[in-house]
């Protein structure tokens, strides 16, 4: 029979690791069971449709978002391991009182591409994990590059209901069954170069110029090959086809966003750690006026709900824009 996500998590760590992630991870899974059962049948139990309220993003709340939030955060207050949760539906992270021993804090988009709920696109619950060192407070614990993740995992509720993770030795899949997540996929690898390329072309007229010129070379066959687009305008449905197809996602800078829209810390940092894992890249874009290409992983965060650009998937389509980006600022 297949490994279970506890099972797997175990094995590959020493014993002191390994049994507190298993135990993380065991509490997010629980969450995730309990998150698409309600998006299972959402339809039929008044689960659709706005909150109420907005977040701290200015973002109109989805029931289903304030749901998710809760279950996270939830299974997290009862780990005598997590000390805090920062997530996209707080506008400050949530600190547990009398935990001396904590050791991780939990960063989380507990439900991405919930605006697509209502048309029943693929949503998903992202996750990173930092450690918690002696005298950090939680927002110290949380305020670090991304090179420093303890854990990374995403959870893609789909027409299989699938949890990739990685804790610095490979991206592992596993798929639910009968309440269980078990192994479907190891050390996943991405392919070096892939078929198609993710980004929201309706706002190609506001993107840099080193973008357009980009999208150019992937359009016209000079990489190599003529690529495919394919964009899902959910996240984690766009990034878990890039992941396992290959390619490259963007979210560049535009004029009204010129800094990105993604968050850094619960979305590009995980997201990167995973892609990086399965021998894929992940980098900024730059901003709306070009800017420097970064890698994702060393971008220092000033605050948890910064937002960033992003380049992520495959190796050769990533280095390509790297390369494009300076040349088009060697021009400026």
């Not at 996209?88 to 988009?109: H, L, N, S, Y």
């Not at 050390?187 to 190609?204: C, I, K």
């Not at 940092?269 to 021998?279: I, K, V, Y």
């Amino acid at each position: 029979m297949a490994k279970t996500l506890v099972e797997h998590v175990r094995a590959g760590l020493d014993a002191e690791r390994g049994a507190a992630l298993a135990e993380l991870f065991a509490a997010l899974a629980d969450a995730a069971k309990q998150i698409e059962a309600r998006i299972r049948t959402a339809p039929l139990s008044d689960a659709l449709g706005a909150f109420g309220h907005t977040n701290v993003q200015g973002e109109q709340q989805q029931k289903l978002d304030v749901f998710a939030n809760d279950a996270v955060i939830g299974a997290m207050r009862a780990l005598p391991s997590v000390g805090a949760v920062v997530s996209e539906e707080d506008d400050e992270p949530v600190v547990f009182e009398g935990k001396p021993d904590a050791r991780f804090v939990v960063i989380t988009d507990p439900l991405d591409g919930s605006s697509n709920l209502d048309v029943d696109v693929n949503v998903g619950t992202i996750v990173s994990v930092q450690a918690i060192v002696a005298g950090e407070d939680a927002r110290a614990a949380a305020l670090k590059p991304g090179t420093q993740q303890v854990a990374a995992l995403y959870v893609n509720y789909g027409p299989a209901t699938m949890l990739v993770y990685t804790v610095g030795k490979g991206t592992h899949a596993f798929t639910l069954r009968d309440g269980e997540f078990l192994l479907s996929g190891e050390h996943l690898a991405m392919p070096e170069q892939g078929p198609y390329y993710s980004v929201n072309e309706a706002n190609a007229a506001d993107f840099p110029q080193a973008v357009r010129s980009y999208l150019t070379k992937l359009r016209d066959g000079s990489m190599g090959a003529k690529y495919g687009s394919r964009y899902v305008g959910s996240f984690i449905a766009d990034f878990h086809r890039t992941l396992l197809k290959g390619g490259v996602f963007l979210y560049p800078g535009t004029a009204k966003a010129p800094g990105g829209k993604l968050r850094l810390l619960y979305e590009a940092n995980p997201l990167a750690m995973l892609a990086e894992q399965a021998g894929g890249k992940a980098t900024t874009a730059g901003d709306a006026n070009g800017g420097e290409v970064r890698r994702i992983l060393e971008v220092v965060p000033t605050a948890p709900h910064v937002r960033t650009t992003l380049v992520i998937g495959s190796t050769a389509e990533v280095s390509a824009f790297g390369d494009v980006a300076a040349a088009a600022a060697s021009q400026a």
